[in-house]
């Protein structure tokens, strides 16, 4: 069965999350972006909130804007970071590599490589580079997701066979697959075939439906729900 992650911005809304049974929470500031990284003050709230109860991620931003040899902060404490490749440098495979080595090298956190659907709008490599130089450079899994939060969802922007062809390819190089991009609950359904490891949301887990609003545990809980069906979403 795929994994439920819940993009959070603050400890509340952590918790709010781990009441309606997310599998992972991630840590991000939506206002700042696809990627939006969250104050480091933010981050340490809520992994003190979470308290080892669920695996935490952190997104970090774009990697073109990440600080040439500086870690992320509690790495000791964070299972996967990721950055977003949004005007990727020409370099970014092998900037990739490198944090990879050296995150692990101090932790045993993961790097996630980040495809957007709509690659050209945000100026990053396409998906299939980025499974391969993603595999090449050892991260432990790919996330596609959408940089544009206002040009249309993941479906939107790659049919069925597309994120098929990307999930086969992402299990033959060995990496785990999550799947975002304004998700709504039937784009569940109707990405189950793809069973990826984690479907990511956070509009579709707040009040409303609205991405700007708190997260909602009962639309959480709906959400895990959906994910447990026989016939729903298995990863």
């Known amino acids: 069965m795929a994994g439920l992650l819940v993009s959070v911005r603050d400890a509340d809304e952590a918790l709010a999350a781990l009441g309606g049974g997310a599998a992972l929470i991630d840590v991000k500031e939506p206002r700042a972006g696809a990627m939006g990284r969250a104050a480091p003050a933010v981050l340490a709230a809520v992994l003190d909130a979470v308290g080892g109860a669920r695996p935490v991620s952190a997104a970090l ?64 490599p396409p998906p299939d580079e ?8 050892g991260v432990g899994a790919l996330l596609l997701d959408t940089y544009d939060k206002s040009s249309g969802r993941l479906i939107d922007w790659m049919s069925l066979a597309q994120l098929l062809e990307l999930r086969r390819r992402c299990t033959a190089a060995g990496l785990a697959f999550a799947l975002a991009g304004g998700l709504r609950p039937g784009d569940l359904k109707t990405l189950a075939t793809v069973r990826p490891d984690w479907f990511a949301v956070r509009g579709a887990a707040c009040r409303a439906g609205r991405r700007e609003e708190a997260i909602d545990p009962e639309a959480v809980r709906r959400l895990v729900g959906l994910l447990s069906q026989p016939t729903g979403c298995g990863g």
């Not at 990879?100 to 709509?118: F, G, Q, T, W």
């Not at 980025?130 to 450079?137: D, L, N, W």
């Open 61 to 124: 931003g774009e990697l073109a804007e990440w600080p040439r040899g500086e870690l992320p902060p509690e790495l000791g404490r964070l299972s996967y970071v990721k950055w977003g490749l949004a005007r990727a440098p020409a370099d970014w495979p092998a900037r990739l590599a490198d944090l990879r080595e050296r995150i692990e090298a101090a932790s045993h956190c993961r790097v996630v490589a980040v495809a957007y659907a709509d690659h050209r709008r945000a100026e990053a």
């Open 130 to 137: 980025v499974c391969e130089q993603g595999a090449r450079a």
